[in-house]
């Protein structure tokens, strides 16, 4: 499975419009939300089965199945950033070197972890940050008393954390 930010053009739609569109979604996405909106551009977060959703393809008979991308086409989609279950990004994978403890459990070296490969779909952090809003904590007078600029709004599904977050 991946996890994918991506935003579509603002598109007026009635409660069944959007049934409808959720439906039409379904042999696509297993699961998705509207995130936020900015303007005229919509941010949203879904689960696909697998990268190939994305795109189109033909059969061994000429027959051609269309992906989200074309699906959206009309709405303008731009995907923000594509992450697999463990939390990299489609395209690499994570090596991770165990530490090395001696026999009295002293750390000798500390588990090491390398990223591999190079992302399909670069994380667009500044796309990103220009449609999520800030969290802002306040105190029980409403003064400000932290503000997160930047934050991974939501992993679900069994998603780790997303590198780059």
Not at 2 to 18: C, G, N, S, V
Not at 106 to 111: A, R, S, V, Y
């Amino acid at each position: 499975m991946i996890q994918a930010y991506f935003t579509l053009t603002y598109q007026e739609m009635t409660d069944e419009q959007f049934d409808g569109l959720k439906s039409s979604l379904k042999p696509y996405l297993i699961e998705f939300q509207k995130l936020s909106q900015v303007g005229n551009r919509e941010l949203y977060i879904g689960i696909m089965r697998d990268e190939s959703k994305l795109y189109d393809s033909t059969d061994e008979e000429g027959n051609t199945t269309y992906g989200l991308l074309s699906v959206m086409n009309q709405r303008n989609p731009e995907i923000i950033g594509v992450w697999n279950l463990d939390g990299s990004e489609l395209g690499t994978e994570i090596k991770i070197t165990p530490a090395v403890y001696n026999d009295d459990g002293e750390l000798l070296e500390p588990q090491i972890e390398e990223i591999i490969g190079s992302p399909v779909y670069p994380f667009k952090k500044s796309v990103y940050q220009s449609l999520i809003p800030p969290r802002i904590q306040t105190d029980e007078e409403g003064n400000e008393i932290s503000r997160n600029e930047f934050y991974d709004i939501n992993s679900f599904g069994g998603f780790k954390q997303k590198r780059g977050f």
